[in-house]
């Protein structure tokens, strides 16, 4: 049936491998044909096929899986933060924080309400906007920013990069890399560039190779980095403004979300001259996920083109959040319980990272809620072995930007909040598991 695919230009070829498949002539799982071939059969060149092929993939309606093809899948089939929907079976792959250290707010909504904010009023509560600058202002090079707030972080993120870019414009993103910066950069049509990350960040070959192939914005982890741990090290954090002082026009997007609870010092990506920066501190981590509010310090520029970005949607993120988020964060009781929070994690994720060392697993806790587990085998084949024993754990495959044949050899697990018996019990099932 492949060969109803028709077309001339990348657009059209695009367009009618969806038709094909919203009839379904075209099912989840078919391998769409080689783009020479395709190429050949159309009497296009090669670079037409390769561009449709990669929209379908921006799109979300095909995978890349090298030597084995390009394949439709299933608009749910993209993997998400969160428990796993429908199974019996132990989740460890949720990245999510703990219940119980997420601070109750019911102390503080009492003070929160008062008059009512209608159309036409300053968008940002006066008193969270004094406070977040106060709060980002040490760790940004210039005194010349503006606040905004979004609903989390995500939301900055797609905003930022629809006031800076058009579609398949280039995006750097790192290698392994958080899952909502995959779909946010495949959904919004635009080209992931990967950037490797090692223990001390973003790699700085890596990011010059990103630069050279003309991304137009850079999205950074500096501390926590999802899924691996890294933060920046100080001496690569030089290098990388080094590299970007070359290019202060790119935008770079650095989403602090671990902030309040990483022990690790902040460094930065953005330069004294960097004309184009933003700044995320999300509070979903230690507020809590269901607290959908992110600050963003950007460029005066920057903040003029998000907020215009704002307008015809949701145009201000609710003034209840804003008082709640701020009266929470202003509460000392609070903040100490949030630096209690962040040393559980350490400590839970630390000890669990010891024992699998002590099985001879090559695990070392750097930072966050998870912990980046080396495998001698693939990871697909822990997985299964995993699930007879009662466990769902998630691959590193998910994370990948890169289109290689190899397997992942890693996991992501998420393990603060087992009790001593159980994290002993899938320490021991996990060494089971690679022999």
Known sequence: MNDEITGTTAADIAMSVRALRERGVLRPGTVLPPVRELATRLGVNRNTTVAAYRQLAQAGLVVSRGRAGTMLVEHDSVAQEGYAADTVLRD????NPDPRLIPDPSPVLASVTGRPVLYGEPVIDRALDAWAREWVAPDLPSADFRITITSGAVDAVERLLAQALTRDDAVALED????????TVRLGGYRAVPVPV?????TVAGLRAALAAGVRAV????????????SLS???AVALRAVL???PYVLIIEDDHFSMLSAQPYESLIGPEHKRFALLRSVSKFLGPDMCLAIAATDPETAERLAMRLSPGTTWVSHLLQRLALGLLSD???RASIRTAGEHYAERNSAFAARLRAHGISTHYADGMNLWVELPIRAHTVSERLMRRGWLVRTGDGFSLSERDAPSHHLRLTVHDLSPEDAEQLISD?????R
């Open 430 to 434: 996990i060494a089971s598991a690679v």
């Open 332 to 334: 000392s009781e609070v």
């Open 92 to 95: 460890v792959g949720t990245g």
């Open 234 to 236: 100080p001496e690569r």
């Open 245 to 247: 002082a070359e290019h």
């Open 176 to 183: 392994p890399c958080f899952l909502a910066s995959i779909h």
């Open 198 to 202: 090692d223990a001390e960040g973003m």
């Open 219 to 230: 999205i950074c982890t500096p501390r926590a980095q999802n899924p691996t741990g890294a």
